[in-house]
């Protein structure tokens, strides 16, 4: 079976209000006749975006774990904790359930966040027709972590709260803290700029093949 798609078809589509309007090349900017707003086939500079907002994420998860996301005051003294420090003190202490909470939430998955919208996007400016469809549901997976993205400040907050507290204790956030809420906010917005339909891009454009007949 052919699909047509609406670029094949030569239609643009308003991201604003959701008109299809026909693609008029000799109009350059083409507005949408309802809203006015720009319609473009593809996310302007949707690769450029995702890679700036990526590449500063990657540079602040370093610090994000290598900082002291706390620092704690007491009688007895100070003391700072980075978040592996409070893994550490959870599964030394017993508490396992906790410790693979936080190491699940504030360490794996930003650094799995990262890894795929970098696949993501290198494969999409490469051009490259490898599995689209695994491609595209790893895309919707990110997606739906992102929902989830603020439950990694949230465990950071819990870390925070519980690592080793102490009564009469003043407990401030570290720059680990800002930073870690910076790499969350940059993933989600990397994973905002991404153009999925890039992906699909290259499969389009290629020569009709001989299985690809056989099942039209």
Known sequence: MKYVTAKRAGLLSCHSCGRVEPCIRSVTPQHCGRCGAHLHSRNPDSLMRTWALLIAAALLYIPANLLPVM?????????????????????????????????IASILVPMLKLSVLVLLTATAQRRSRWRPQQRTTLYRMVERIGRWSMLDVFVVTLTVALVRFKSLAEITAGPGAIAFGSVVILTMLASMQFDPRLIWDPVESRTPTPQDLDHD
Not at 72 to 99: C, R
């Open 71 to 103: 620092h704690t005051s007491s009688l007895l003294g100070s003391e700072d904790d980075t978040i592996m420090s409070g893994v550490v003190y959870f599964w030394t202490s017993g508490d396992w359930p906790l410790a693979m909470i936080v190491f």
